[in-house]
């Protein structure tokens, strides 16, 4: 019987593919440690905040307007039939 394993191991024969991707993972864990090191977790001024936020604000319901008007431009009956459950909806629970 012959042996099938007779060739000798060369070291650069092994993949190193293995270690290639735990020397990646390293590299971005010591990214993310260093970029952490490197925050200023000082929080900013009141004014600024409130600032960032309503600029998100205003920019998510300007977004909400334009699709709305557009969901009403191609179905008008329907957006109005909406508006009239709706508003039945309101005057019921109001009434009580």
């Excluded at 070291?11 to 593919?17: K, L, S, V």
């Excluded at 440690?33 to 309503?54: H, S």
Aim: hydrophobic share 45%; no cysteine; proline share 4%.
């Amino acid at each position: 019987m012959t042996d099938p394993y007779t060739s000798t191991t060369v070291t650069e024969d092994i993949d190193d593919a293995v270690d290639t991707t735990a020397a990646d993972l390293d590299r971005q864990a010591d990214a993310i440690l260093a970029e952490g090191e490197n925050r200023n977790f000082d929080a900013p001024p009141l004014r600024q905040a409130v600032r960032r936020d309503a600029v998100a604000a205003r920019d998510w319901s300007q977004t909400r307007v334009q699709r709305l008007r557009g969901a009403v431009e191609q179905e008008p009956v329907k957006a109005t039939l909406v508006a009239l459950g709706v508003g039945v909806l309101i005057g019921l629970l109001a009434a009580r």
